[in-house]
């Protein structure tokens, strides 16, 4: 199961909704850019053949003698997008959680995502980073949907590294302006990073996660540990006594230096630790009224 049932009580207290207008037609939950009879008042124009008669606005007319219509903002069903990166370094587990790696705590998150988008009859869709490859199902609504992204997301595994630029090419196609996105990463490929800057700057509501460790939080390790890397197999022995201050100072300075960068572009960016519990970064984002 993706989701505990303690998780799953906590989302009913959340909420999507796009902090830019949607592009979408029909009737949703969430404001659009295209005008008509819809539920919050926008503007008064003038009355247009074909009009309907009740909008006309009659008191209006009474002070101009002349026909204004009320139009509103149609509400727009809206369209949310898990990016979740399943590279070989989001297989890394925490010691005291050591069942929750990354892309576990990845799928979690990635699955209250959808459920959230579901209970609003909304549209949502998975991309799955890994292997050096992309793999995308696109959105759509319903019970089956849902069913079958926690499918997909309980299959990935961590592997590979993050794609070159050219794969990347078919998200655009796919992830339209306007779709709410929250990317799943650990934030230390760079093309992770600027896939969010750019997927913001062309307009759609982006927000990254970025997954870490306790062991990354504190640096807890004694004597001589050994760190390798997943993705390039290197590998390095440290004194951890003697680096644990200088790593806890320039790791904590880079934390602080992705999320301010993000949040220039326009990404709302929040950090999320394995070892904690997963509706933290669930509230931060869609714990108030917007999605902001």
Same mark, same amino acid.
């Given at each position: /199961? $993706? ?10 207290? @959340?909420?999507?909704r796009a902090r830019r207008p949607s592009l ?9 850019? =295209?005008?008509? +009879? ?31 219509? #009320?139009?509103?903002? #149609? &509400? =727009? ?12 370094? /989001? ?11 990354? $892309? ?18 909304? #549209? ?34 961590? +592997? ?5 630029? =050219? ?5 655009w196609q796919s992830i339209a302006p306007g779709?709410?996105? /929250? /990317?799943?990463? &650990? ?12 997927? =913001?700057?062309?307009?759609? &509501? ?7 460790? @306790?062991? %990354?939080? %504190? ?65 931060? $984002? ?7």
């Amino acid at each position: /199961m $993706l989701i505990a049932p303690d998780l799953l009580a906590s989302l009913s207290g @959340m909420r999507l909704r796009a902090r830019r207008p949607s592009l979408g037609q029909g009737i949703g939950q969430h404001a659009s850019r =295209s005008r008509g +009879a819809g539920l919050e008042f926008a503007q008064y124009r003038a009355y247009e053949p074909g009009d309907e008669l009740r909008r006309i606005d009659w008191k209006l007319y009474g002070r101009s003698d002349r026909f204004f219509v #009320r139009d509103a903002e #149609r &509400d =727009s069903p809206l369209t949310a997008w898990a990016i979740v990166d399943a590279s070989a370094s /989001m297989g890394q587990a925490d010691t005291l959680v050591p069942e929750r790696t990354r $892309l576990a705590a990845a799928r979690t998150l990635a699955a209250c995502l959808f459920e959230l988008a579901f209970r609003q009859g909304d #549209r949502f869709g998975l991309v799955l980073i890994a292997q050096d490859r992309v793999f995308v199902t696109d959105a759509a609504s319903g019970r089956r949907h849902r069913d079958r992204l926690h499918f997909e997301l309980a299959r990935a595994e961590a +592997a590979g590294g993050w794609p070159i630029e =050219s794969s990347l090419h078919s998200l655009w196609q796919s992830i339209a302006p306007g779709a709410v996105v /929250m /990317m799943l990463s &650990d934030g230390f490929e760079e093309r992770a990073l600027a896939l969010a800057e750019r997927l =913001s700057a062309a307009n759609r &509501d982006v927000s990254f996660v970025r997954l870490l460790t @306790m062991e %990354e939080r %504190e640096f807890p390790f004694e004597g001589g540990p050994r760190f390798r890397d997943p993705e390039s197999a290197q590998e390095q022995r440290v004194d951890a006594a003697r680096v644990r201050a200088d790593f806890l100072r320039r790791f904590g300075e880079s934390r602080q230096a992705l999320l301010a960068r993000l949040a220039a572009s326009g990404v709302r960016a929040c950090e999320a630790f394995t070892d904690q519990p997963l509706d933290l970064p669930l509230r931060r $984002l869609f714990g108030g009224r917007d999605f902001a």
